[in-house]
C-alpha cells in the first residue's frame, strides 16, 4: 500500500520567512482568512503538519 505525498508543504517567501502552498495548486494556503505567509520556520513547520494530517483545514478558496 502507497499512501499519498504530503497535500501541503513549506516555501520560503522571504529572507528569514516562509509560507504554507498547495503542492497541486501552487498557491498560497490560507487559514481563518489569512495566507498563511510570512511565517518563522517552525511556525509554518507546526502548521503544515496540521494541514497534512488533517487538524486544520485550509480554506476552501485555497485548494481549488
Known amino acids: ?3 499519498e505525498p504530503d497535500r501541503f508543504d513549506i516555501r520560503k517567501d522571504g529572507y528569514d ?3 504554507i502552498f498547495d503542492v497541486r495548486t501552487g498557491r ?3 487559514v ?3 495566507p498563511r ?6 511556525e509554518a513547520d507546526v502548521l503544515v ?3 497534512n494530517s488533517g487538524d ?3 480554506d476552501e478558496e485555497t485548494v481549488q
Open 37 to 42: 505567509a510570512g511565517l518563522k520556520l517552525d
Open 1 to 3: 500500500m502507497t499512501s
Open 49 to 51: 503538519d496540521m494541514l
Open 56 to 58: 486544520q483545514e485550509p
Open 32 to 34: 481563518g482568512g489569512k
Open 28 to 30: 498560497t494556503v490560507s
Open 17 to 19: 520567512t516562509y509560507e
